[in-house]
């Protein structure tokens, strides 16, 4: 098979950057940019804007504006669909084009793809290269939310927290407004926009009384909003269920919870989802899978540190956001971001595949992938 060229990686680069667009906007589908090009003359750019919209290889190829295309290769960050959904088939579009020359950038994992628009196109004589190292990684990367859940089922979490640098994230009595600066505050909502559901435990709602809802400019789509509350104890007067109407709310519950509560939540517009399983991780993986069959396929995990703890012992957590604010808190009953069963040695520690750090304001943002899918 033929390699990318330099021109080839130069444009392919180029369609992964315009597929950032779409982050917010497209999920849970996969984020796509797309180039056509003649060697260095670029004829038209187009990314999957929008769920249900054109694909990111239909809004490039159109926007050639009719042009003669037989000469022309096709960039997409992500191989191109060949199955019938909401919008045709990309194959369709790209041979009814007469685009002969194909550069991708990474591989769709879900079962209607896999390879199969790929040998659609080359079965029509279509020449197909596939790009490798870090453009393929950065094209893998962007989509880590919808490789996962096409893969488990299950969405990928993002668990994102604010803590002291003592490693705190609330007093002894449950304060902790505000650890983090405005700045970091104001990030975390551009973060909620990004993602299918934002999920806290009973513990943070009962506290805090949150929204969870994303607060900044040009929200495309609030995320759904999550409570995990096994008995049920969430108050149909809080913002979260009084905001049902407009946002859409999930509280998951054990078996435990009094069908009395459940009622009132779901009298109230929220949706109860029960979770099974012998242990808490148990029961974090069971609503898991409900959540990702709903569609959702990225959750942004705000804590608490019970929840998180859940999480973590589930081995459920993809990528760590840490804001570390420059305070002291002190105290050993204040709070650590991470509680649950944890491990007993070092040596069986869950160990980051990357550590970055960046200023935010006052704070340091610490980003960690644990996985990679």
Not at 145 to 154: E, I, L, N, V, Y
Not at 202 to 215: C, F, M, S, V
Request: aromatic content about 2%; glycine content about 10%; some cysteine.
């Amino acid at each position: 098979m033929q390699a990318a060229t330099k021109t080839d990686r130069a444009h392919l680069a180029r369609a992964i950057e315009l597929a950032r667009n779409g982050i917010g906007r497209a999920n849970p589908n996969p984020v796509v940019g797309a180039v056509v090009a003649i060697d260095g003359t670029v004829l038209g750019e187009g990314w999957h804007d929008e769920l249900g919209g054109p694909h990111a290889e239909v809004n490039a190829i159109g926007a050639c504006g009719g042009r003669d295309l037989a000469a022309a290769t096709l960039y997409v960050s992500l191989e191109p669909c060949c199955h019938h959904g909401a919008t045709p088939p990309c194959t369709d579009a790209i041979l009814a084009a007469g685009i002969r020359r194909v550069v991708v950038a990474s591989d769709d994992p879900t079962e209607k793809a896999s390879g199969r628009g790929l040998g659609i196109l080359r079965d029509e004589g279509v020449e197909i290269v596939l790009a490798d190292g870090e453009l393929a990684h950065s094209a893998r990367l962007l989509n880590q939310a919808f490789r996962k859940h096409a893969r488990t089922g299950r969405p990928w979490i993002l668990f994102k927290s604010a803590m002291t640098l003592d490693g705190k994230v609330a007093t002894r009595d449950g304060d902790s407004k505000w650890i983090s600066g405005v700045e970091s505050r104001e990030l975390a909502h551009h973060w909620r926009a990004s993602v299918d559901a934002v999920a806290i435990g009973i513990g943070t709602a009962l506290t805090d009384d949150p929204q969870l809802t994303a607060r900044v400019e040009h929200v495309h789509r609030q995320p759904r909003r999550v409570v995990f509350d096994s008995l049920a104890r969430l108050p149909v007067s809080s913002q979260l269920v009084c905001l049902t109407a407009d946002v859409p709310l999930i509280v998951v519950v054990s078996r435990a919870a009094a069908r009395s509560e459940t009622d009132a939540l779901e009298a109230a517009g929220a949706e109860v989802l029960v979770a099974t399983g012998e242990n808490e991780p148990a029961r974090v993986r069971a609503a898991l899978d409900q959540l990702g069959s709903r569609g959702i396929a990225s959750i942004l995990l705000e804590g608490g540190p019970h929840l998180a703890g859940a999480f973590l012992d589930a081995g459920e957590i993809d990528e760590v956001r840490l804001f570390l604010a420059p305070m002291l808190l002190g105290g050993r009953s204040a709070r650590d971001p991470l509680e649950g069963e944890g491990v007993e040695r070092i040596a069986e520690a869950i160990s980051a595949l990357t550590l970055d750090c960046e200023p935010v304001g006052e704070d340091l943002l610490i980003s960690a992938r644990l996985r990679e899918w």
